[in-house]
């Protein structure tokens, strides 16, 4: 009887040691949030993923030594490779969400964030810092973006062309099968006429075609064009300028939005066919104010001196964005997906961010309201344009 006694009282006071260290565990990984990032790490827009999900976590440790989001520290999970394909995207996003994911930023290319978004609509809160397509943030109230739309970009850019006085006679040349440079083509397009631009050539290629651009060229530099629009990235622009180059094309002017960022470390590329290249991006590594300077350096000393591009600013301005709409909303790491999903959504309509890629504000359709910056390609280094 009283080994029977004794075996009990052992049993018993295991199963408390069990009880009062099970929720220890717990409550350690409730007391962390957990961000996802989804882009392309591999391939042809490599320079895009790596770039977001390394100014992430820079931007997280800098949040964690002051006090992370709402007094809770935060983890940037392994970054998840879509290499810019949807399918690949969507695998991402479900792997994350095993992994314990509450918040994403991402995805980073516009038909991911489409496909992606469907997914996490009303369910996981989702920030993008550069997929420009319209649809990108419509599938769901908890969808926010930080960089301009498609159109506003080519919108923009007209009126920067007209205002600033660059050129009367353009030509554009844009791949129509990808949703992000025929959404900033089509806007482009529609807002040249008003104002006061002639588009004496519009010529168009396709993934599939994106090595010879010989025709389009040909009939660019015939149109008597004085500035061709390159709403492409930088990848399709660098052999473009290449082939323009080639085809005795010295006289016109190149004008590109965000997806041209990147082109000065494109491997191979002759830089000095980038040079007097304008456009319109919210960000310089080479701008002189004290946020940027100390971002670049950052950045700089985490990755072997590489320098940051626009999507790494417009990441590192999502996280903090994130950490005011985290601490406005008062949310716990505790809570469910839903629930933080549902609060950083309210809360993002009350924060105003003043980030290195501009003051911004969001509306209640996720989108962000902050001015555009035009740049000018001068010496391998961005320099704003007034």
Not at 75 to 86: F, H, I, K, N, R
Request: proline share 3%.
């Amino acid at each position: 009887m009283k080994n029977w006694k004794k075996a009990v009282s052992l049993t018993a006071a295991a199963a408390m040691v069990m009880a009062t260290m099970a929720p220890v565990s717990v409550f350690a990984e409730d007391e962390t949030f957990k961000i996802g990032v989804i882009g392309p790490m591999t391939g042809d827009y490599a320079q895009y993923g790596t770039n977001v999900y390394n100014a992430a976590k820079i931007a997280v440790d800098e949040i964690n030594a002051n006090g992370g989001f709402n007094g809770y520290q935060v983890e940037v999970l392994d970054a998840g490779d879509d290499q810019g394909d949807p399918e690949k995207a969507v695998n991402a996003y479900n792997d994350l969400l095993d992994k314990g994911m509450q918040m994403l930023c991402g995805t980073v290319t516009s038909g991911s964030c489409i496909a992606v978004g469907a997914e996490a609509a009303e369910s996981t809160f989702l920030f993008t810092p550069s997929a420009t397509a319209l649809d990108s943030i419509t599938s769901g109230s908890n969808e926010f973006r930080m960089c301009f739309t498609d159109p506003a970009q080519g919108t923009k850019s007209a009126q920067f062309i007209s205002e600033h006085k660059i050129a009367t006679k353009v030509a554009v040349l844009y791949d129509s099968a990808a949703d992000y440079n025929s959404g900033v083509h089509d806007a482009f397009v529609e807002a040249a006429a008003e104002d006061g631009l002639e588009v004496v050539a519009d010529e168009a290629y396709t993934t599939d075609s994106n090595t010879d651009y010989s025709v389009q060229l040909s009939k660019i530099k015939d149109s008597g064009a004085e500035l061709l629009f390159l709403p492409n990235y930088y990848s399709d622009n660098a052999l473009i300028l290449q082939q323009a180059s080639e085809a005795g094309m010295t006289d016109i002017k190149f004008f590109g939005v965000d997806g041209m960022d990147g082109i000065l470390n494109v491997e191979n590329f002759d830089t000095s066919l980038a040079e007097g290249v304008m456009l319109l991006t919210p960000f310089s590594a080479t701008a002189t104010d004290e946020k940027s300077q100390n971002f670049v350096k950052a950045y700089g000393d985490a990755h072997n001196g590489e320098v940051p591009n626009q999507f790494a600013a417009d990441a590192y301005d999502v996280v903090y964005a994130m950490q005011l709409a985290a601490t406005d909303a008062g949310i716990t790491p505790d809570m469910s997906n839903e629930d933080i999903s549902a609060a950083m959504a309210a809360s993002m309509l009350n924060i105003e961010l003043d980030g290195i890629t501009g003051k911004a504000k969001w509306t209640e359709d996720g989108e962000c309201d902050k001015e555009p910056k035009a740049f000018e390609i001068k010496n391998g280094e961005y320099v704003e344009m007034k």
